[in-house]
């Protein structure tokens, strides 16, 4: 995952025209101004570039975004952005042309430790959110992956970790008893299922919806939320699957406490928003082309969208970083990281 760090930083940033105010639209790209001069003051907004992911953890920011568009939030100028890749996004909020990020969860903790704890985690915002889907119908347990090729896509990220840890505490070596074919882009991974008979896949929501929209064949095989807790079912301090957080430069969180703090309310709200209001929060994932409206609404109540912050983040995403520190340590950055790392106002 150093490697891979070190080539994302290694890339050249672009450059984009800078924005004032809330966002009158959202960037599907990552590309985003930088900040202008932090300042304290709670009464004075500052510009504050926000960048998610494509799937739930951006599902969960469409009200806070629509609400800036409309400018019913104005106490900050907050400027968002969509990104396809973890790739576009690491190197941007290193070197600080991105202030708050949602990332998955291991690359947050790579980040603490690569950066010297220059980042901070505020929130877990996805829980388990990843499923093994078939076309054929063969796959009814972990076993029956055993010979077969499997599509994913996360590469160096919360997903094959994952994988990786179920498939071998259940007696599967996942570099010799399976396939993994990994694709770079979610999109990728629904072509492959699409164009192979009796295919496999590891998905995502709201792909694994996606999907069963394009291929009525497709069927959930498994839950991989379900069988890590079946594997943490005896352990000491029983551990969650969490596929997303919520992370923000130190530098920017200790020159702007109170703005820090009025973007959780807000994305808490928005949260909430999406959560209780599916049909709703549905039509704002299609207009901010997340996926499209009829997909949201189904696949919203299995997306595990959540905002978990506090002692209870830390309890469950420490565990979860303990897990993966104890398959491979270079999945978390090498070390699990210190109390520093999570944040708390």
Known sequence: MKKLLSFALGLSVL??????????????????????????????PIDMNITALKGPT??????????????????????????????????KLVQGQID?????????????????????VLAINTLGVLYIVDSGNT????????????????????PEYALNYILSQNGIDPA?????????????????????????????????????????????????????????????????LVTGVVVARKEFIEQNPQAVEDFLKHYQESVAYINNNVNEGAALVGKY?????????????????????????????????SVLNDQNAQSIGGNLPDDNFYYNA
Do not use: H
């Open 15 to 44: 450059v984009a025209a800078v924005l004032t105010g809330c966002s009158s639209g959202v960037s599907t790209e990552s590309g985003s101004s930088s900040s202008t001069a932090s300042q304290t003051q709670a009464s004075t």
């Open 58 to 91: 951006a599902m969960g920011m469409v009200k806070f975004m629509n609400d800036c568009e409309e400018n019913q939030i104005t106490d900050n100028n907050y400027n968002f952005s969509i990104a396809a890749s973890i790739d576009e996004v690491t190197p």
């Open 100 to 120: 708050i990020a949602a990332v998955p969860a291991n690359v947050a903790s790579v980040l603490y430790n690569n950066t010297d704890g220059g980042v901070q």
């Open 139 to 158: 796959v009814q347990s972990v076993e029956d992956l055993r010979g077969k090729t499997i599509y994913a896509s996360g590469k160096g990220t919360t």
């Open 176 to 240: 010799t008893d399976v396939t993994i074919e990994w694709k770079s882009e979610q999109a990728e991974c629904l072509a492959a299922l699409n164009a192979s008979e009796n295919a496999i896949a590891m998905l995502p929501q709201p792909f694994v919806t996606t999907a069963q929209n394009q291929n009525s064949n497709l069927r959930v095989a498994l839950d991989l939320t379900e069988e890590w807790d079946k594997l943490q079912e005896n352990a000491e301090s029983p551990s969650t």
């Open 289 to 321: 082309d997340i996926v499209t409206e009829a997909i949201a609404q189904k696949a919203i109540p299995e997306c595990n969208i959540t905002f978990i912050t506090g002692s209870e983040m830390k309890e469950k995403l420490s565990g979860y970083l």
